[in-house]
């Protein structure tokens, strides 16, 4: 499945292999537009072309029934031989960074280095996620003509203000006033199982790895890390101070940094 970009370009022209940015569960190449350019312009990092892509079932890119982690590398699979002259660095978050993985244990000869932001290769509890989906699905759409107008139905079922905002950033609203999810929330759903588990992928990518996890984040544990060490041998981990499971939001600026000197250093 071809998936929608958004592509940052490089003030001048790079031959650097361009680099692919995976968002998370319910996020969307948009919530990525910040980072896109500045890694992108050159100043913390070697200019270079920024692709972020929305994943199935969400954004802009088309629907499908299956969203295990194979389907979703497929797509990046797909992608970056059509955008990216079949070989790129890759960044993915949380269910992004999963997909990623499995994108570089199946296709290693499509990732040149790979960035794998507050997740690991194991299987998490739901973490609430059901209940978020269910909230979703509960929105009376009918009554909803702009975004705030969803937020008081959310409120029960998310009772994070940050949450129900990084949500909503979802819900689209037609020029005619019609409001829709851009998430496909049943396959979602029916999939939440392979999306919060790992597929049990093995394989070995030896490329340069990076591990980057929020400090104040349990996702990415030590107990983890026989598990990763495993599968990518040569990964390296970096924790961003005062950051959870959200840390390119929560911490923008260290995250580039970070992530822009390991590209620097490891290029």
Known sequence: MRLNTIIA????PSDLPPLVIVHGLYGSAKNW????????????CPARRVVAVDLRNHGDSPWGEDASYPALASDLAET?????GGRADVLGHSMGGKASMQLALTRPELVNRLIAADIAPVAYENHGHLAYIRAMKGVDLSTVNRRAAAEPQLRDGVPDRALRAFLLQSLAVEEDGTARWKLNLDALEAHMPDIVGWPGTEGEFTGPTLFVHGANSDYVGPEARPQIKRLFPAARFVAVKEAGHWLHAEQPEAFVQTVGG????TD
């Open 9 to 12: 370009e490089p003030k001048t």
């Open 262 to 265: 390991w590209l620097k250093a």
């Open 33 to 44: 537009g910040a980072i896109s350019k500045r890694l992108a312009q050159g100043n913390v």
């Open 80 to 84: 970056i031989e059509a955008e990216c």
